[in-house]
């Protein structure tokens, strides 16, 4: 039996209807001719059901995707009769909106088959099927190899220029790296200065003092050798010769420190030589000690040492080790400092620095009574620019750069803290 036209028209409205109802957000009325069974295919990925309540669920999360920006055209529509059922053919348009215009989605309409079947003298829809063309393939294609490959190829281009942007943006980054590590040598150098004016003074006193103690000795030995006293002489000479080997003493105390600072500053020679560990690490917290004493009048802090004399040299940068030292020196007199301003009764904030040679490692120690690491931080310390410290007093690279530092040497740099107790950093260095 041929289908009226008239139904063939009603199931065209039906359908332009229905789709009026999605657009507005209703979903009752967009899904109101749906078989319960109805299997629906549509464009987007996932979009495929086989039954009326997925559909619905699927379609009412979206709708925010198309209430109010999505507009739909139905540029022709056909219904083609098969007796007990119906398909409509349907080429429609989707049009989104983008500012003030609206652009067609794909640039190209979509094709949407509804199938139509009449149950209990109703009709409604059994299957929907919505699809876009190949929007790959040109006019007499079925598929466009040449086109698939060329795109294929405008990716491997895009990839590789990619590639060798981030490659240059590692290469900038490794370059600002070696600049933030200098300005960091630099930061632990401005800590150092202090403690190394201080470290100066003492042997430049002695110098000034014998100097100037020498020069009256002179005038003595002139005034006796003008008497002829021979006896004298001699004696003023012995004398002035002993003050020449204290200056001499003292000038060198002084040129070590400078060569020290010196090497602090200097690029890292790289080379591994045999190290006076004990001294380094006496060195190193002494500096340290007078550089924040400097700065900071009220801090006082005990210092002690227990230093493994069987230990001997070992082979090391000496630069970089003494830079690990000192950076966990500076920060556990930070901590005893900070602790202090507390007002805790009876504290005696101390460091201490402990060598120690276990087997075929040397171990250095540096502990402090501070506060202690809080365990939800603890695994952040070591990394790069981590600092709990007001701006300006840290930058978060201290232990960062030790680490690496230690881990260059083969060795270990560990960490054992209590919360309100202290904390005990622990460079282990192989002996071979
Ligand atoms: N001895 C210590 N006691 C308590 N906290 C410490 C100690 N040493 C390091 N820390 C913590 O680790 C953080 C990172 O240290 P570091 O890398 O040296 O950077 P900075 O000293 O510039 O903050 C410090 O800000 C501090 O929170
Ligand atoms: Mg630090």
New binding site residues.
Partial sequence: MELQPEIKEQLILKNINQFKAYLRGDIDGFTQYWADNIICHGTAKGESFRNKVSAKEFYSKTLDQVVDVLKIEHKHSEVVDFGHYCILNDDIEFYMQEGDKWILVYDIPARLTTVWSQIEGEWLQTHIHCSFPDINTTEGEQFNYQNVKDENAKLKLAVDQRTAELNQSLKNLMATQVQLIHSEKMASLGELTAGIAHEIQNPLNFVNNFADVNVELIEELETEANKGNLEEVKLLAKDIKENETKITHHGKRADAIVKNMLQHSRKTSGQKEPTDINALADEYLRLAYHGLRAKNIDFNATMKTDFDESIGEIKIIPQDIGRVIL??I???F??VN?KSKQGIADYDPTVSVVTKKVNHQVEIR?T?N????PPN?LD?????F????PTG??????????YDFVKAHRGELK?E?EEGE??T?IIELPTV
Avoid: H, R
């Fill in positions: 950076n966990l500076t920060n556990a930070y901590a900070e540096v402090d501070g506060n202690g690491i931080i952040k310390i070591f990394q790069p981590f600092t709990t410290k007093q840290g930058t978060g690279l201290g232990l960062s750069l030790s960490v803290t202290g904390s950093f």
